[in-house]
C-alpha cells in the first residue's frame, strides 16, 4: 500500500523527465530553489508562514518503496531507477520558521542541494506550503477581528479531503484559533477538540425538549444545540431544564439572525438567573460576518467552510523557482512572471515600540540593521532546527501579531514596504539570458 | 501509525458524543440519513456526481485499530470503547452512479442503517463526496466549452493537501478531462499521465538553446517549454532543431498573450513545414479563460489551480440529513435550512430526442415516468453496485453531457425544472415538531 502522503510519485510527471535528462547530462550541480508569493490575495495585509514541519518530515523521510520503483521501471531507463533505489534527499534547507509573517516576493523556504534532489521535491514541497500557508493566513483574520472569543474550526465536511482537513486544523491553530472539530487533528497534533451534538440528536428525538434531557443526563456541563425548530422556544427549554437540574454550559445557534437570536436568548437566560451558560455561534461564518458580531453577546464562533478552503481566495500565487544553479544565478524572465534571481535573505526593520516598520529583500551573504528572517532549519538532509509544539509556534505567532501595525490588522486592504536592495537590484539587471533581439 | 484517509477519527467529535447518548438511551433503531446540496453555485448549471467509489470503499473497510480505541478510551466510557471495538458497518447504501448529473436538493447518496453506524459515518462521507462532486462539476464546464482539445489536470501544486491532489485528478478524468500530471494519480486510477519540463530546465542551462538539445536528445518525440524567455524566438530555435533532425512533438506556452503567442509560433511552425508539431498552453486558465482560447490554435490546454481548488467557488453548500428515524420522517426547520424528508427517489423525464426535460424529487416508494436516478449500491455493508472502471465512468458522464438541453451545457446560467411532487410536498407539510406557540 503507497500512502499518498508520503509517497514521492505524488509529484507531476515532468520532475522525473527533467531527471532523466539531468542524469543523462551529469547536472547535478548545486541548486538553490525558492519558494514564495508573488502577489498576495487582494484581501490579505499579510501571510503567515506555515507546513514547513511537514516539509522536513517528508524531506527525512523521502523513499522509494519497491511497488513505486516497479511503476517507474516501465517508464523511464535503468539509469534513473538505480539513482532513486538509493535515493535521500542530501540538502540543505533554510526557512522562515512557521508564524512569521510574510509579504510578496520574501522567500520563506529555500533547498539548496544538488539540482536532481532539489527539483523532485519541488510538488509536494509546493503542495504542503501553499496549503497551510493560505489556511494560517485566512484564519489570522478571524483571530485578530475576535481576539476574545473561542474560535473552533469546524471545516472538516468541505475541506478538500482527509489531509486538507487535518492540515487545516493545524493551521489555523498555529494562527491563534482555540481548537478544532476534528478528533484526528486533536490527536495528532494535541489541539484542543470540540463538539456536542447535530440537528439530527434531535430530529431522532419525538421532540426537542425530550433530546435536550436525554442529552443534558448523558453529558452533564455540555453544549445544547438549539435552532432546529425554534430558537428562543429552545433557550426557555434550556431554562427548564437548568431549574430542573441538569447542568448545562452553553448553547448553540446555528442558523437564522445570529445577533439578533443571541441576544433574545441571552436575555432569556439572564432573566432566568442562567448568566454562566455561554452562547456559541456557527453557520457560514467567515471573518467579514464576525466583523459584524463582534458586538452581539457571543462568546465563541464555529469556523468551517470559508475558513478551511479560504473561501474567497483559495489559493496562493506562489513560485518554488530555481534562483541559482552551479554559482551562477537564474531569472525567469516570462511575460508577468519575472523573479528576482540569487539566494536570498529578508531583514525586517522595528520603530521604537517594536512595532513593524519595513522589509528589505537582498542576498543572503548581505548584512542589513533589524532582524533576519530566514534561518538555517536543515543541513545535508538532517533537520538541524529544534521541533517546537505547536502551542509554542502558536504562541510566537501571536507575539508576531503584536508587533504589527495596525492597519494591517484590520480587514480593510492596508499596504507595507518591502524594499528590494541595490545589490539584489543589481545581480537582476544582469542576470537570465540576454536577449539577441 | 494512523492512516488519516481512512481512520474513523477522522470525523467530528459531535459524532461519538452523540453515539454515547445513542447507545446509553439505546437508540438503534433504522434511520435514513441523504446527502444533497442545497443549493447550486451560481456558475453551476448542473452538477456531476462523484466519490461514491471511495466512500464504498471507506464504509466496507472502517475498522477502529488498537491505537485510535487507546486515544477515546481516555475520553469516553467503556460502552462506547467496546461499541466501536467490534465496530463494521451493516447499513445500506442507495445512490446516484458516479457521473450523474444533477441538481439542488436531489439526493445523490442514501445511507439506512441504525442510527449509530448511519450517523458516525457523516463527516467523512460528506468530505468526500463534497470535493469530487465539487471538481467534476467544475471540470464539466471545460469540457464542454472545449470538447475538441486536449484537457490535462495541472494543479497537485495547489491542491489542498496530499488527497485533493490525487481526488481531483480522478473527479476530472471523470467529468471528462484526457489526463493529470500526477504520477500517482496515474498509477493508482490508471489516468494518462502527461509533462515534461519546467522553467528551471531552462535556467539551469547556460542558454535555451542547449536546454532545448538536451531535452530533445534525451526524451525525442516530446514538448518543450518556449516562455522561459521569448516565445517566438525560442520557436525559431525549436525550427532549427527539427532542421537538425531533432524530433519535437508539442511545444508549451505558459505566460503572456497565449492567443498571440500561439498565433505567432503556428505561423513560426508551419512556415517550416512542421505543421504537425502541436501548440500546448498553460498558465492560469479556467473554462472562461478557455471559452476565450477555443479558436486559437491551440490543441491542448494545462488547468490546474482553478480546477482543483474550484476557484471560482471552493466549495458545495451540501448536507447530510435525517429524513427518517424508527418509521418516522424528519425534517429540520431552521430558517434558510429547512429540507424535504423521507427516503427520496428522483425521476428524469427526456423529450423525444433524449433530451433531458425535467426531473420530479418524490418518496422513494413512488413510480413516476422517467429514469429513476437512485440506485441500490450496498445491502448490510456489502457492495452490491459493480465496480466500474473511471474508464468506463468517464465515457457514461460524457453520454450523460450528451442529453444536457443545449443552454445548460454553455458557461451562462440557465435553468432546469425540479419538481417536487405532491406525496412529498404533502410529508413535508405534515412533518417536523409542532411549534406549541
Not at 489555523?172 to 481548537?179: C, E, I, N, P
Not at 509554542?392 to 501571536?398: A, G, L, S, V
Not at 495596525?406 to 539584489?424: F, G, W
Request: charged letters at 25%; proline letters at 5%; hydrophobic letters at 40%.
Amino acid at each position: 500500500m503507497i500512502d499518498p502522503l508520503s509517497s514521492p510519485l505524488l509529484t507531476d510527471l515532468y520532475e522525473y523527465t527533467m531527471l532523466q535528462s539531468y542524469l543523462e547530462l551529469g547536472m547535478e550541480g548545486t541548486a538553490a530553489f525558492e519558494f514564495f508569493v508573488r502577489k498576495l490575495p487582494e484581501n490579505r495585509n499579510f501571510l503567515v508562514s506555515a507546513g514547513l514541519e511537514e516539509v522536513l518530515v517528508f524531506l527525512e523521510n523521502m523513499r522509494f518503496s519497491e511497488e513505486e520503483l516497479a511503476w517507474l521501471r516501465t517508464r523511464f531507463p535503468s539509469r534513473l531507477i538505480d539513482y532513486l533505489s538509493n535515493f535521500r534527499f542530501e540538502g540543505d534547507v533554510d526557512a522562515m520558521p512557521e508564524g512569521t509573517l510574510f509579504f510578496r516576493n520574501e522567500p520563506i523556504l529555500r533547498v539548496t542541494a544538488p539540482l536532481p534532489q532539489a527539483q523532485l521535491v519541488e510538488s509536494r514541497l509546493m503542495n504542503l506550503l501553499n496549503f497551510e500557508t493560505l489556511i494560517a493566513s485566512k484564519a489570522s483574520r478571524s483571530v485578530l477581528i475576535a481576539p476574545d472569543k473561542l474560535l473552533v474550526d469546524f471545516g472538516l465536511r468541505r475541506a478538500h479531503g482527509a489531509e486538507a482537513g487535518l492540515l487545516a486544523a493545524r493551521a489555523s491553530y498555529l494562527a491563534g484559533f482555540s481548537g478544532t472539530a476534528t478528533v484526528l487533528a486533536g490527536m495528532k497534533y494535541d489541539i484542543p477538540v470540540f463538539g456536542t451534538m447535530a440537528h439530527s440528536f434531535v430530529q431522532a428525538h419525538a421532540n426537542e425538549l425530550l433530546a435536550f434531557e436525554h442529552f443534558a443526563s448523558s453529558h452533564p456541563g455540555s453544549t445544547l444545540l438549539i435552532d432546529t425548530y425554534d430558537v428562543e422556544e429552545a433557550a426557555r427549554k434550556v431554562v427548564c431544564l437548568c431549574k430542573k437540574g441538569f447542568s448545562i454550559r452553553s448553547v448553540r445557534i446555528d442558523s437564522g439572525d445570529l445577533a439578533k437570536h443571541a441576544s433574545n436568548v441571552r436575555k432569556i437566560l439572564d432573566e432566568a438567573g442562567l448568566d454562566g451558560i455561554t452562547i456559541f455561534a456557527s453557520g457560514n461564518l467567515d471573518e467579514t460576518r464576525l466583523e459584524d458580531l463582534v458586538d452581539a453577546p457571543i462568546d465563541g464562533f464555529g469556523i468551517g467552510t470559508a475558513l478551511v478552503t479560504s473561501g474567497d481566495y483559495p489559493m496562493l500565487d506562489c513560485a518554488y523557482k530555481l534562483q541559482e544553479y552551479d554559482g551562477r544565478a537564474c531569472r525567469k524572465r516570462s511575460e508577468g512572471k519575472a523573479t528576482w534571481p540569487g539566494r536570498k535573505q529578508v531583514f525586517r526593520q522595528f520603530d521604537a515600540n517594536g512595532e513593524m516598520h519595513g522589509d528589505v529583500l537582498t542576498l543572503e551573504e548581505d548584512r542589513l540593521e533589524g532582524e533576519a528572517l530566514i534561518h538555517p532549519v536543515m543541513r545535508q538532509g538532517k533537520r538541524i532546527f529544534e521541533r517546537r509544539t505547536l502551542h509554542e509556534i502558536r504562541q510566537k505567532t501571536i507575539e508576531n501579531y503584536q508587533r504589527l501595525p495596525e492597519p494591517l490588522r484590520r480587514l480593510e486592504p492596508a499596504p507595507y514596504p518591502v524594499e528590494i536592495s541595490l545589490k539584489l537590484a543589481e545581480l537582476a539587471e544582469r542576470t537570465g539570458e540576454i536577449k539577441s533581439a
